[in-house]
């Protein structure tokens, strides 16, 4: 089967970049289905982005993928925006045709995909949104735009959701340190972290657990964190009987979305996630 990518090259784009696990993912995608197409990893410097890109036709790239520090820098520099990516004003994947820069953004629709992988419909739900970063904010806005009950977006700095609120009538913002957070937690139906809180490498972690005793029992705990694959968070939630799930889903399912936008074909999501997995799951469990 030939396809867009033959011969061509693609690579994720970040700084620092080393640590990406985009290039493993991708070439497993693109081994699986013999597209003759190689995936790296380049290091452009914060700021630097609006300089790098007029250089790519010299590097006979179909595409990339945008990490930190460049996913909003990205938005003023492309000549169209898919939906999404104009919804959070931030993008993650570049795919250039015939000397133009097309922006998307697959994260919020990668995370919807994973909590239906796993049997959990987010629609007319009660949803805690914990933390209110670049993650939240596509997940937030993404679960708002596929009919979410009502989001409550609980952090410690509530100016900085402030904007989530404007956008959607169904968000709100609840400081954790005040007393509707609990009100927030007891009425939660899917609980999401979107904070770095227990994630590996980071010293900080939730300072008790005990929040999630006010938590129905029946509300699903989801962590955007894969490494490690079990946070404390999602060890605790399911000692106490909760569906868990952690962010390993929505990395691949982004992932899956970028190559479907690169190649311009839809793939087999659940191949594409066999693939994946056999390569990034020893890795992850390996780098614990
Ligand atoms: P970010 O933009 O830096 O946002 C982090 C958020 O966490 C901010 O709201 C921050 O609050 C809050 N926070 C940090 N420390 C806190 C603490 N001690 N107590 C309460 N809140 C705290 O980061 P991000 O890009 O949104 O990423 C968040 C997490 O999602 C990371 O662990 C990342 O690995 C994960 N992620 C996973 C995927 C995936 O594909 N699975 C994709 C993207 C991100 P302040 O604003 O008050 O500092």
């Known amino acids: 089967m030939s396809s867009l990518l033959d011969g061509k090259k693609l690579a994720v784009i970040g700084d620092p970049i080393e640590h990406s696990l985009s290039p493993l993912i991708q070439q497993a995608m693109l081994d699986e289905l013999g597209i ?39 938005v003023p520099l492309m000549d169209t925006l898919s939906d999404d990516a104009r919804m959070y004003r931030a993008v993650n994947t570049v795919v250039i045709r015939d000397g133009l820069f097309h922006g998307h953004n697959t994260d919020g629709a990668g ?51 402030e904007e989530l609120v404007q956008a959607s009538s169904n968000v709100r913002v609840v400081a954790i340190d005040s007393s509707e957070f609990e009100r927030t937690l007891a009425e939660t139906e899917l609980f999401i972290n979107c ?51 952690n962010g390993l889903g929505m990395l691949i399912h982004q992932a899956i979305l970028a190559l479907e936008q690169f190649a311009s074909m839809p793939l087999d999501a659940a191949l594409m996630m066999a693939a994946v997995q056999k390569k990034l799951v020893p890795v992850l469990e390996k780098s614990l």
């Open 36 to 74: 003759p197409c190689i995936y790296g990893r380049i290091h452009v410097p914060a700021g630097t982005v609006g300089t790098w890109l007029p250089g790519t036709p010299d590097l006979n790239l179909a595409g990339f993928n945008a990490t930190m520090p460049h996913k909003t820098d990205l």
């Open 195 to 245: 904070t770095p809180l227990g994630m590996q490498g980071v010293p900080s972690q939730f300072s008790s657990f005990d929040f999630l005793d006010i938590l129905p029992p029946f509300s699903p705990v989801c962590d955007l964190i894969y490494r490690p694959l079990k946070t404390k968070l999602l060890e605790e939630a399911g000692k106490r009987g909760h569906q868990t799930m």
């Open 111 to 161: 995370f919807v995909r994973s909590l239906h992988d796993e049997g959990i419909d987010p629609k007319g739900k009660r949803i805690t949104v914990y933390g209110a970063g670049g993650a939240a904010r596509s997940v937030v806005l993404k679960l708002a735009a596929e009919d979410a009950g009502r989001i409550t977006v609980c952090c410690r700095t509530p100016a900085k959701a």
